[in-house]
């Protein structure tokens, strides 16, 4: 995708309410979705060069991002292409005190993303961070990788009180979403299908799909008895247990 889809994505989601969050991109793709007047969370990538991670976190707080946030893993080290041995060096992982020291500096509200255990979560909240994002990266993942759904609930029941718990992949209905509300997620992530609305009538068919998930939304709250977003909790899709 180049620059001009993420900015008619971006702009679809400002007319929807709602934010979005970019990945890899240059400075005109991140100012171009700002200027649309949606909200920008900007996830940097492990990058190798420390410096650069640096730079990327510096310019997002001066272009305006809503926040920052990095992916605790990515693609790097050795891989196989074609029959051939190729060593990407663009990703690196992490020292935890570089982490560390990337979220103390950061003048931003802070995401680690790719949490998908209690231990990860744990040394999340030990970093300092003051947000999560349960996610296996979709396509991106392993083809074993537990699915976000699986350790939700796990990780919100031990740290829901210390951390905004956010969550995404394979997420794409309105009934999705009130089962990740239902299950502690703050947040709920799409990818794809906004890529497929963009796709199908540019930043209008984003702006509609939005609207479509918001509709699903309010009509299962009225379904399940719920007032507000407070009111949704896992009682809603689990019998409780005195009732069991």
Known sequence: MD?????EIARGIAKSGSFIMLGIGGSQELQGAIDTGAPVVKIIKPYRNIDLIYDKLREAENLGCAAVGMDIDHFYGVQ????????????APQRTEEIRQLIAQSKLPFIVKGVLSLADAEKALQLGTSSILVSNHGS??????????IVLPRIVEKYGDKLMVLVDTG???GNDVLKGLAFGARGIGFGSSMVLAWAADGSTGVEMLVNQLTAELRRNMAVTGCPDLAAINRSIILPLPNLV
Request: hydrophobic fraction near 35%.
């Open 3 to 7: 620059d001009t889809s993420i900015v």
């Open 171 to 173: 997420f794409e209905t």
């Open 140 to 149: 991106g993942s392993l083809s074993f990788s537990v699915p976000s759904m």
């Open 80 to 91: 196989r292409v074609t029959g051939e041995v190729q060593r990407t060096e663009t990703f």
